[in-house]
């Protein structure tokens, strides 16, 4: 099939434009306001933009009506700091609870029965509860226009300036062990997974430096 997004012609009961792209990791962030309250929320428009510095990024998409901005990304603008936190599987009923919090008076983190860290380098919270945390200092933001106001995209980027790891998940090889975490990952519509098996692509000898940064695409 063939379809034109802005015509929305795929003659489907659901837009499968999200299902096209999976599986796609969960930025759970956390964040405090210039009042001092902690804001926790996943996004899953949300990935790791570069290495070495380390920028992420999470998109804060749907606007409210009057203009008004994702709480996340109000309080990283503003503090100029915030935290991504890896979901597990184990949590996956608390990630749902954060996703429905919307009163920006509400501690989601504490809504969620979840235990606030302090950082080392900023002042966000990590959730303590999380095998991994990573502190980011804001960096910019890239607004994406939309059709209308529930569609415009606050995309925000951070410079990565600390990663948390906690012990238990190292392997014996010194990787972490992503089975034993089975990080969340949004899919299409309704749906999720969490990773389960894990692979491995042997590379030639003479390219073996490439192991630690993936496949970034060859020239």
């Known amino acids: ?10 003659g489907l009961p659901h837009t499968p434009y999200k299902s096209c792209m999976v599986p796609r990791p969960i930025g759970w ?5 210039r009042s001092g309250k902690v804001n926790l929320a996943p996004y899953s428009q949300f990935n790791n933009l570069g290495y070495e510095p380390g920028y992420l990024m999470f998109s804060g998409g749907g606007q409210f009506p009057d203009g008004g901005r994702k709480d996340s990304v109000i309080n ?3 503090s100029g700091e915030f935290v991504y936190n890896m979901a597990p599987y184990a949590l996956r009923e608390a990630v749902h609870l954060t996703s429905q919090i919307t009163d920006p008076e509400v501690d989601e983190m504490k809504a969620a029965g979840l235990t606030p860290a302090p950082a080392r380098l900023v002042k966000a919270p990590l959730v303590a509860e999380c095998p991994i945390s990573i502190e980011c ?20 980027v951070g410079r990565v300036v600390g990663v948390h790891i ?3 998940f190292i392997g ?6 992503i089975l034993k975490i089975r990080p969340l990952a ?7 997974t969490s990773v389960e098996s894990v692979f491995s692509l042997d590379l030639r000898e003479d390219r073996r430096d490439y ?5 970034s695409g060859g020239r």
């Open 186 to 192: 949004r899919l299409g519509y309704t749906d999720y």
């Open 29 to 33: 962030i956390s964040t405090r306001s």
């Open 137 to 156: 200092v804001y960096y910019t933001t890239l607004i994406l226009p939309g059709h209308d106001w529930s569609s415009t995209h606050h995309v925000v």
């Open 166 to 168: 906690k012990d238990e």
């Open 76 to 78: 990283a603008e503003e």
């Open 1 to 10: 099939m063939f379809y034109e997004p802005d015509k929305r012609n795929h």
């Open 211 to 215: 192991l630690t940064w993936g496949l």
């Open 172 to 177: 014996p090889d010194g990787k972490i062990d």
